[in-house]
């Protein structure tokens, strides 16, 4: 930085002869016509046999660092809080919206960001060539929430960044999930919430590696000799962001007219405007819809699998194409007619994961959630006959649409047990996979890894003792 030209520099020398000893001592003075200039001055003795004694140092620079030291931690020093792998999508960059892709990425969660390595941490930096960085999540001013309704999959939660960026975490494994949820719930809330905090800290931080007596001079000499133009350009800026203000007032007036005015869903059905939804929908809803007690979806979707599915391998726990399930979603939903036997449906995996999605979808499961912990009660009963007559007691005081959709769907269950040395599917595995689709409490994260077991349990029993249970209602 250069020095003000009005600046006046004097240099005043003494110099003194004293038996033995001798001083010299210089003052560099610096003003201007609003205020003195910091000063500095150093001083040097000389002893009688020519040792320099060196004076403290004084220098700025070497000062802020110490003081900065207890405000900002250098970066090194943030602690590694946890790590491990994670199935991850990145959504939006800076608010543009991306096609989602999913990778599995080794996860750093550190103090106030998260890094993506592509493996384990230390792999990494020793693959990684020079100058590249991993890609990273500032977590201040971040949110966090579940995200169900972004994918298909289970136990998804998205962080969204001051930024403008997206990211979609997932794992199949429930207590590994909540986990990771927590722990980065908890490093966001100890991060203040205003971003303009961190930028307060980067500042500080570009103090600790520069001059500080040229800093300060620079930022002083923009405040007190700022230039007319520069002043304009400021009061264009204010003016600006005044009339962004207005404009957006106006178009949230517009809005709101807009949405009080509009009709209600009720209207808009029954002019044939939006068609009822047959996923999503409560089950009882399509029941009365279609005048049955089982979804006609679902038996459809049961007829093809026991028509050309049964000896697959890994029927219903290969996924299919998530693309063409959510196509066969749509032509559902818009009441088209639907042939399972076209070819367009010849992978067997996309109709069974479109018949999971559906139960996966439904506002309440098939075990209505006041049912829940009866169930859970139930299987805990230590007598094996007892837990099978309470099971049974609960199946008969389901509504029609919940116990006969169950009826059917265990019944096929068991058919694909039956072919188990074909399909490598046992009651354990069909348990794993529709336990928790089928059964889970209401609003409820915090106990997901027990409910799991007791849920994986349930399924099992009434696949196991499917005629005890569902083959005597009328005796």
């Not at 969660?109 to 693959?127: G, V």
């Not at 908890?186 to 991060?191: C, E, G, H, M, Y």
């Amino acid at each position: 930085m250069q020095k003000s030209t009005n600046s006046d520099t004097s240099v005043d020398t003494l110099n003194s002869t004293r038996q033995g000893t001798g001083a010299v001592q210089m003052r560099i003075k610096n003003a201007n016509s609003h205020h003195d200039r910091l000063s500095q001055s150093k001083s040097m003795i000389l002893t009688d046999v020519g040792k320099v004694i060196e004076p403290i140092s004084r220098h700025r620079r070497n000062h802020s660092q110490h003081v900065l030291k207890d405000v900002i931690p250098p970066l090194e020093q943030l602690m590694v809080e946890k790590e491990g792998y994670l199935q991850k999508a990145k959504i939006a960059d800076g608010g543009k919206k991306l096609r989602k892709n999913w990778s599995t990425s080794w996860i750093v969660l550190s103090s106030r960001k998260i890094e993506f390595y592509k493996e384990s941490k230390q792999q990494a930096l020793a693959n990684m060539k020079t100058g590249h960085k991993p890609e990273s999540v500032d977590l201040c001013g971040a949110h966090i929430e579940w995200a169900k309704e972004k994918s298909s999959r289970k136990n998804v939660f998205q962080i969204t960044t001051v930024s403008g960026n997206e990211f979609l975490l997932q794992s199949d494994i429930d207590f590994i999930i909540l986990d990771w949820f927590h722990a980065i719930k908890n490093a966001i809330d100890r991060l203040p919430k205003d971003p303009s905090g961190s930028s307060r800290n980067l500042e500080l931080f570009k103090i600790q590696r520069s001059s500080s007596t040229e800093l300060l001079s620079h930022y002083d000499n923009d405040i007190k000799e700022q230039k007319p133009e520069h002043r304009k350009s400021l009061m264009f800026r204010l003016h600006h962001s005044a009339s962004d203000t207005s404009d957006k007032n106006r178009v949230k007036s517009r809005l709101k007219k807009f949405i009080t005015r509009r009709p209600s869903l009720k209207t808009l059905q029954e002019k044939g405007l939006i068609k009822d939804q047959i996923f999503g929908s409560h089950l009882h809803t399509v029941c009365e819809r279609e005048n049955s007690t089982v979804p006609r979806f679902v038996k459809q979707c049961i007829e093809a699998v026991e028509k050309r599915g049964l000896d697959v391998d890994g029927i219903y726990r290969v996924s299919g194409n998530l693309a063409t399930i959510q196509k066969l979603r749509f032509i559902v939903n818009q009441e088209e007619k639907l042939n399972l036997d076209d070819s367009q449906w010849e992978d067997i995996h996309v109709v069974t994961g479109a018949l999971k999605m559906f139960f996966r979808e439904l506002p309440e499961p098939l075990f209505p959630y006041s049912f829940f912990e009866r169930f859970v009660e139930a299987i805990k009963k230590q007598d094996y006959n007892t837990r099978i007559e309470t099971i049974k007691s609960l199946v008969q005081k389901l509504p029609p649409p919940n116990r006969d959709t169950m009826k059917i769907l265990f019944g096929h269950l068991t058919k694909i047990v039956a072919k188990a040395s074909k399909n490598l599917m046992s009651t354990q595995s069909l348990g794993i996979v529709f336990g928790p689709t089928l059964l889970r409490a209401e609003g409820e994260m915090g106990n997901m890894a027990v409910h799991m077991v007791y849920q994986n349990q349930i399924a099992e029993l009434m696949l196991s003792e499917y005629n005890k249970i569902f083959g005597s209602e009328e005796d």
